[in-house]
């Protein structure tokens, strides 16, 4: 790819090194050295709430340990290890984890939250210098059943005060929001009897109050989040919701589309069409949650993704071969276009995969399908700076191109950092006294 094609990825500096008086370090050996993408190369970090919080059982005795999406399962100390050892695969590729804030699942029983664990899920991915993303605030999917029957005025009150309890006893460690998920079809969805409590009260509401009670409650209990409007609903409709939400006066930082390609890759020109569409609103692009099976593709008659589940669906060797093929097309195509800020792939391996599909970029046996490492090679490979010897001039300048990102200066037992965060900069680094 060319620096036509991602030349808004990339940035040229002028470093110039001063010793402690502020004098010129000329004609100095130096190495620079890449240390993180200012792209948001994202995954979920659902599959290690667990080892995060050092939930170990013996798999011989039967018990069961709490998951964040509201299931128990048994945790076995080599299940650790081997969480441990995906661990490692993840940050070796990717800087910014989803967290499950799916309500459900978060608070069955009304009063009890699962706040502790999550937050040391959060820390756990902060410490490890990942960011973080709740996903999400509002959603009409997985609401717990206590809301079900409750009048619209108390669900919405219950509503607001979820949103204020985790945007806050989160603020330390959680950056950004799923303020709202698929509120196209929120008011009219439907999957049994009767509707729950969420649907209930957008279908009293509408869909843009819902829209502005989810921002505005996490907007004032914190300004400094990343708030987004996210949606799996690529037609006009969604952009309608956005111009009406927008005329509205609602403030929304970004915009989250979806897109699991279980029925096939949608190819560069659907891609750039959809974000060109997406883009008119000038607001920053997530491609919050992106997939692309390594298995048979699901039939292209399947409206609802969600009625094509299969007793297996196992991935394949031409399918991975695919699969490797198409996401670096897609990743390629999505930083080509400068809307797009993050991109998030929805799930590292095919263990739990949503839908049972062989979705993941690691089997289920654990070994990294081809996928993930010509992900990897883009990501820590060609879009990556490794360590790179330098020599001073006589005013102390060495010229950096690379990522937008943190990088490491060193030299004589020295080391600085500084960050490329713009096409063209100069930068001063000055050596501390010791």
Known sequence: MTKAQLGHRFGDAVVRLLDPHGRPLADHDVVVEQRAHAFSFGNIGFDFVALANGETVPQANGETVPQANGETVPQANGETEAAARLADLWFDVFNTATLPFYWAGFEPRRGRPDTARLHRAAQWFTDHGSRVKGHPLVWHTLTPDWLRDLPAGEVEAAVRARIRREVAGFADVIGA???????????????????????RLAGERGRVAMVRLAFEEARATDPRA????????????????????????????????????????????????VLERFARFGLPIHMSETTLVSGDLMPPHIEDLNDYQLPSWPTTPDGEQRQADEIVRHYRTLLAHPAVEAVTYWGLTDDGAWLGAPCGLVRTDGTPKPAYEALRDLVKGEWWLPPTRLRTDGAGRVEVRGFLGDYELRWAGHTAPFVLDAPEAEITVTQSAR
């Open 177 to 199: 929001w799923d303020a709202i998920n698929e509120a196209v079809i929120m008011p009219v969805f439907s999957n049994e009897p009767h509707r729950n409590a969420i649907t």
């Open 226 to 273: 990343t708030l987004l409007l996210n949606d799996f609903d690529m037609s006009e409709a969604y952009e309608s919701l956005i111009e009406a939400v927008l005329e509205a006066g609602i403030e929304v930082d970004a915009l989250g589309l979806q897109s699991h390609m279980h029925q096939g890759y949608w190819g560069e020109e659907r891609t750039l069409a």
